[in-house]
T-cell receptor, first 115, second 115 residues
Framework: AQKVTQAQTEISVVEKEDVTLDCVYETRDTTYYLFWYKQPPSGELVFLIRRNSFDEQNEISGRYSWNFQKSTSSFNFTITASQVVDSAVYFCALSPGSNDYKLSFGAGTTVTVRA | DAGVIQSPRHEVTEMGQEVTLRCKPISGHNSLFWYRQTMMRGLELLIYFNNNVPIDDSGMPEDRFSAKMPNASFSTLKIQPSEPRDSAVYFC?????????????FGEGSWLTVV
C-alpha cells in the first residue's frame, strides 16, 4: 500500500518569504512516480510537477523548486520569494509503478501568503 | 488546448434526488478518472476507465453511485438517490496511456451540495 504524509497542515508567511512544504512517502514499489498539485481558492487542481523514482535530480521552475531524496523518502517543495497568488492548498501524490493509475494523495498543506 | 471539462460546476439538490455529473476528458487521453474530495477523507479515487472500459470501481462508495463512459469524449457519474453525506467536490481527470506514471490532469470540479 502507498502512503503520502504531509505533516504541515497550514503555513502562513509574509510575501517574499520562502516556504518549504514537506512530503514523505511510503511504497514497496521500486518504480514509482511523485507529483505535486496546487489547489487555489477557486478549487481546481493544477498539476505542477512529476518525478519518477529513478531521477533524483532536483528541479527548478521559476520560483518553484523540488528536492527529491530517496534515502529519506521525501519530495519537498520550496516556493522562493512567495507571492499572494501562491496562496493555495498544495498536494503531494504518489503513483506506484505496479498500478500506475492509483494516485494516492497526501492531506494537503494550506499555504497563506500575506501581503 | 482545452482541459478536462466538467459540468455542472455547482449543484445544490435535495436529498433523494438524482444527480448527474458530466465530464469531457482531454482529447486523445485514453484514461479517465472520477475522484471525490471531502474534508474528512481528502481526495479519493472512485472509478477508473481505460479506453471507455471501467477497470477499477473499488472506490465507488455504494450502489447509489454509478459511472458510465459511452465514448472516448464523455463520461457521467450518477448518484441516485442522493444523500447529504454525498456533498463533496467531484473531480474528473484524464491521462494519456501507454507510458507508466502519466500525469493525471484534473477538471475544475463539480461542487455538490445535498440538502
Amino acid at each position: 500500500a502507498q502512503k503520502v504524509t504531509q505533516a504541515q497542515t497550514e503555513i502562513s508567511v509574509v510575501e517574499k518569504e520562502d516556504v518549504t512544504l514537506d512530503c514523505v512517502y511510503e511504497t514497496r514499489d521500486t518504480t514509482y512516480y511523485l507529483f505535486w498539485y496546487k489547489q487555489p481558492p477557486s478549487g481546481e487542481l493544477v498539476f505542477l510537477i512529476r518525478r519518477n523514482s529513478f531521477d533524483e535530480q532536483n528541479e527548478i521552475s521559476g520560483r518553484y523548486s523540488w528536492n527529491f531524496q530517496k534515502s529519506t523518502s521525501s519530495f519537498n517543495f520550496t516556493i522562493t520569494a512567495s507571492q499572494v497568488v501562491d496562496s493555495a492548498v498544495y498536494f503531494c501524490a504518489l503513483s506506484p509503478g505496479s498500478n500506475d493509475y492509483k494516485l494516492s494523495f497526501g492531506a494537503g498543506t494550506t499555504v497563506t501568503v500575506r501581503a | 488546448d482545452a482541459g478536462v471539462i466538467q459540468s455542472p460546476r455547482h449543484e445544490v439538490t435535495e436529498m433523494g434526488q438524482e444527480v448527474t455529473l458530466r465530464c469531457k476528458p482531454i482529447s486523445g487521453h485514453n484514461s479517465l478518472f472520477w475522484y471525490r474530495q471531502t474534508m474528512m477523507r481528502g481526495l479519493e479515487l472512485l472509478i477508473y476507465f481505460n479506453n471507455n472500459v471501467p477497470i477499477d470501481d473499488s472506490g465507488m462508495p455504494e450502489d447509489r453511485f454509478s459511472a458510465k463512459m459511452p465514448n472516448a469524449s464523455f463520461s457521467t457519474l450518477k448518484i441516485q438517490p442522493s444523500e447529504p453525506r454525498d456533498s463533496a467536490v467531484y473531480f474528473c481527470a484524464s491521462s494519456p496511456t501507454g507510458v507508466s506514471g502519466n500525469t493525471i490532469y484534473f477538471g475544475e470540479g463539480s461542487w455538490l451540495t445535498v440538502v
